[in-house]
């Protein structure tokens, strides 16, 4: 017969096994709060190694559904969904608790663990868009993100341009260069974009007198640099000189901005779309870094200074001319020294960096043709050097260039914007 304080001892058990579970499941509700509301946790880039804390409760809730025979199994309808006892009958809902389930979860809860793990280091913080009527997509401002490929800590200030503040003071001289991934310095930190480049060499020069902003957008085709001319104007800005830097990105997204408004819309709803996957940590590594291998592989097959396989003759005989027209009549209407920049790429037909693709070709040939002065980076890269000297490596890839290619450029820009102060025609050529 057991004794009464055997008796007892077996009640307090009976009375303390929801308790041990009750621990399980309370923890298992902050976890999974910590996970929801993970923007409390990290509010910024300045905090974002804060994403350890969901990290943990992930591999916290990994645990937990992995091990719910021990975490949960005194829980009695948890114990009937786990149990092997053919004698006992399954209640509703059980099949959840499966092993085939569970592992399901567990293979989930892995991937969130490498999501928080990753938003640790700023993944997640991709630069992110939004329409300004025509203008298609444009940085939103004041953003502090992480550039896709050199993985650096990177600001778009509250105009939508790559860099610090905008000095309003009308005390200096601003240069706006305007232009698609090459002049906003794709795979470059903020200090080594083309624009960053030329603002030290200017300022080496002409200590506080001029201004350099980078208003350079991934994509972007000559209609959308006009339309983000217009949009900077529109919010006050007022440049002295515009660099338009030769685009890559002519094609159909470039004739969207004359579209209908359903159009636009539609379009604008897929931005907002990439926003939200451009908002996964996972994503951007994938897809926006390790990803663009396989384009890379695609460009050699591009036709040269394009991002295209195919043109048509009208591509560049008359809707290309028509931007180009529509941008000089902007700038030059408004008193705004227009610079043309003929950006280099690598030609596949001959294997070296020049400015002989079709479009390239045709931008020069505008600018020859209306007066406006034209500098080629080919030639200021290899300053003065033969055409068969190899420039790979002032390129990370086929068009876009390292730091050392964009502190070349920016150089031979400052000489010839020292030319303009000093009176030099504005008409002149430059490396050309």
Same mark, same amino acid.
């Given at each position: 017969?057991?004794?009464? #304080? ?26 999974? $709060?910590? &996970? ?13 190694? $804060? ?13 937990? @559904? ?21 004698? @006992? ?16 979860? @567990? ?8 999501? #928080? ?38 600001? &778009? ?24 991934? &090459? ?10 974009? #083309? ?104 460009k050699g097959k591009l036709i040269p200074g394009t991002n295209s396989t195919a043109l048509t003759k009208g591509d560049y005989n008359s ?8 941008i000089l009549a902007d700038l030059r209407s408004r008193g705004v020294t227009p610079v043309f920049l003929d950006f280099c790429s690598l030609d596949p037909r001959t294997g070296r ?55 070349? @450029? ?5 000489? #010839? ?16």
């Amino acid at each position: 017969m057991a004794s009464a #304080f055997d008796v007892r001892a077996q009640a307090a058990g009976v009375a303390g096994e929801p308790k041990g579970s009750r621990k399980w499941l309370v923890l298992f509700v902050v976890a999974l $709060l910590v &996970i929801l509301f993970n923007r409390v946790v990290a509010p910024s880039i300045d905090f974002d190694w $804060l994403n350890v804390i969901p990290a943990l409760a992930a591999i916290y809730l990994i645990y937990f @559904v992995a091990a719910l025979g021990k975490t949960c199994g005194r829980v009695g309808y948890i114990s009937r969904s786990l149990s092997t006892d053919p004698a @006992v009958r399954k209640p509703f809902g059980a099949s959840l608790f499966s092993p085939y389930v569970r592992s399901l979860v @567990v293979m989930l809860l892995l991937v969130v663990v490498a999501e #928080f793990s990753l938003r640790c280091f700023s993944y997640h913080r991709a630069l992110l868009y939004e329409r300004q009527g025509d203008l298609l997509f444009t940085p939103v401002p004041d953003q502090k993100y992480i550039e896709k490929i050199s993985l650096t800590v990177s600001h &778009i200030n509250d105009y939508g341009l790559r860099g610090g503040p905008v000095d309003m003071s009308g005390a200096k001289t601003t240069v706006l260069c305007l232009g698609d991934s &090459i002049t906003y310095g794709y795979g470059v930190d903020d200090q080594h974009t #083309f624009p960053a480049e030329l603002q030290k060499a200017l300022d080496a020069k002409f200590p506080g007198r001029y201004q350099v902003l980078n208003g350079g957008v991934d994509a972007y085709p000559m209609s959308l640099i006009q339309q983000k001319f217009l949009y900077l104007w529109n919010r006050g800005l007022r440049p002295q000189i515009v660099i338009v830097g030769y685009s890559m990105n002519e094609g159909t997204l470039g004739e969207l901005v004359y579209g209908d408004e359903r159009t636009k819309r539609l379009f604008e709803e897929r931005v907002l779309w990439k926003n939200h996957l451009r908002s996964l940590a996972l994503y951007n590594l994938i897809v926006e870094n390790w990803a663009r291998h396989y384009y890379d592989r695609l460009k050699g097959k591009l036709i040269p200074g394009t991002n295209s396989t195919a043109l048509t003759k009208g591509d560049y005989n008359s809707f290309y001319r028509t931007c180009l027209d529509r941008i000089l009549a902007d700038l030059r209407s408004r008193g705004v020294t227009p610079v043309f920049l003929d950006f280099c790429s690598l030609d596949p037909r001959t294997g070296r960096y020049d400015t002989d693709g079709p479009l390239q070709k045709e931008f020069a040939a505008y600018a020859g043709g209306h007066g406006v002065t034209l500098m080629r980076t080919d030639v200021a890269l290899r300053d003065g050097g033969p055409d068969t000297m190899d420039l790979k490596p002032d390129f990370i890839d086929v068009c876009h260039m390292t730091g050392r290619g964009t502190q070349a @450029v920016g150089a031979k820009v400052a000489a #010839f914007l020292a030319g303009v102060g000093s009176q030099e025609p504005t008409g002149a050529r430059l490396a050309n």
